[in-house]
């Protein structure tokens, strides 16, 4: 599933071409993703202008000039791409050269002057909502922290943690108390901070907070810098692929030697998820 830094370099991509456009037709070409569309869904888009794009956690939102608001989740494999008449420069430098096959082209959004956005998706595990401009904090009021907002530091984040026996990693992994991070990030920040994925979330330090928050926010940057990170469906906004899993410390490299200190990295399972590690750095 694509992770926080693949959402926000596809709301990247997006955003120039977006922003300031109105919707002049939307074709649905069939009655469901992995949810039912909302109720008169294309007419209530038609004629709005996207005022401007945003995203919390793994959720795109594009604000309507008609108080309401467009919620994407991508799913598995869902993508988001623009067509224009005339090509221009694109952002980020990796291109896979696989076009996504267009009978899998579920909805089209024909844009007046800009072209057309046109959402994708094989598995169909993504769905989109339309709602209240004013019901977006009720929508997501279950969700946590954004990782990379100041609202998560040293301290926010022992207190989110405090008396919680879950593992460390399982604690990243739960949406809400912070919300985006998955499994290839959790794993590369507990390297980046040395803390053992083992660790009892509640048992961290407050110096061991601040190492994480801060390895949080330098990873999920960094990811974002190199367009995230590319397994498998991942691609953004102009069809190219991410590259950071190019630049993974210990996900995916089990046996491999450990940047820092050389020692074969381990992988377990918790929660049912992969946990990459060092032994040796992580304790």
């Given at each position: 599933?694509?992770e926080?830094?693949?959402?926000?370099?596809?709301r990247?991509?997006?955003a120039?071409?977006?922003e300031?456009?109105?919707?002049?037709?939307v074709?649905?070409?069939?009655?469901?993703l992995?949810f039912?569309?909302?109720?008169r869904?294309?007419?209530?888009?038609?004629?709005?202008?996207?005022?401007?794009a945003?995203?919390?956690?793994k959720?795109?939102?594009?604000?309507?000039?008609?108080?309401?608001?467009?919620?994407?989740h991508l799913g598995?494999?869902g993508r988001?791409?623009?067509?224009?008449?005339?090509l221009?420069?694109?952002p980020?430098?990796f291109?896979d050269?696989t076009?996504?096959?267009t009978?899998?082209?579920?909805?089209?959004?024909d844009?007046?002057?800009?072209?057309?956005l046109?959402?994708?998706?094989?598995?169909?595990?993504?769905f989109?909502?339309?709602?209240?401009a004013?019901?977006?904090e009720k929508?997501?009021?279950d969700?946590?922290l954004?990782?990379?907002?100041a609202?998560?530091?040293g301290?926010?984040?022992?207190?989110l943690?405090?008396?919680?026996?879950?593992a460390?990693?399982?604690?990243?992994?739960?949406?809400s108390?912070?919300?985006g991070?998955?499994?290839i990030?959790?794993?590369e920040?507990?390297?980046?901070?040395?803390v053992?994925?083992?660790k009892?979330?509640?048992?961290?330090?407050l110096?061991e907070?601040?190492?994480?928050?801060?390895?949080?926010?330098?990873?999920?940057?960094?990811?974002?810098k190199y367009?995230?990170?590319?397994l498998?469906?991942?691609h953004?906004a102009?069809?190219?692929s991410g590259?950071?899993q190019?630049?993974f410390?210990?996900?995916?490299?089990?046996?491999?030697?450990?940047?820092?200190?050389?020692?074969?990295?381990?992988?377990?399972?918790?929660?049912?998820r992969s946990?990459f590690?060092?032994?040796?750095?992580?304790?």
């Amino acid at each position: 599933m694509p992770e926080l830094p693949e959402v926000e370099t596809v709301r990247r991509g997006l955003a120039p071409y977006l922003e300031g456009a109105t919707i002049a037709n939307v074709t649905l070409k069939r009655s469901d993703l992995r949810f039912p569309f909302p109720d008169r869904f294309a007419r209530r888009l038609k004629g709005a202008a996207i005022l401007r794009a945003d995203r919390r956690a793994k959720y795109l939102l594009f604000h309507l000039s008609n108080n309401e608001v467009l919620i994407i989740h991508l799913g598995m494999s869902g993508r988001l791409r623009i067509e224009r008449s005339k090509l221009t420069q694109s952002p980020g430098d990796f291109y896979d050269s696989t076009p996504a096959s267009t009978k899998h082209d579920h909805v089209v959004i024909d844009l007046q002057a800009q072209g057309r956005l046109i959402y994708n998706d094989a598995r169909r595990f993504g769905f989109m909502e339309l709602i209240a401009a004013n019901d977006i904090e009720k929508r997501f009021e279950d969700l946590g922290l954004e990782p990379l907002s100041a609202a998560l530091n040293g301290k926010s984040l022992k207190k989110l943690f405090e008396n919680k026996k879950v593992a460390i990693k399982l604690a990243l992994l739960d949406q809400s108390l912070i919300a985006g991070i998955g499994n290839i990030y959790a794993c590369e920040a507990l390297f980046d901070a040395k803390v053992s994925p083992k660790k009892a979330a509640g048992k961290i330090s407050l110096k061991e907070s601040e190492w994480l928050s801060a390895a949080v926010k330098k990873v999920l940057k960094k990811a974002i810098k190199y367009g995230g990170s590319t397994l498998r469906d991942f691609h953004d906004a102009d069809g190219k692929s991410g590259e950071f899993q190019n630049r993974f410390n210990v996900y995916d490299r089990k046996g491999q030697p450990c940047p820092q200190c050389k020692t074969p990295i381990e992988r377990m399972t918790q929660g049912g998820r992969s946990t990459f590690y060092c032994p040796r750095c992580q304790r």
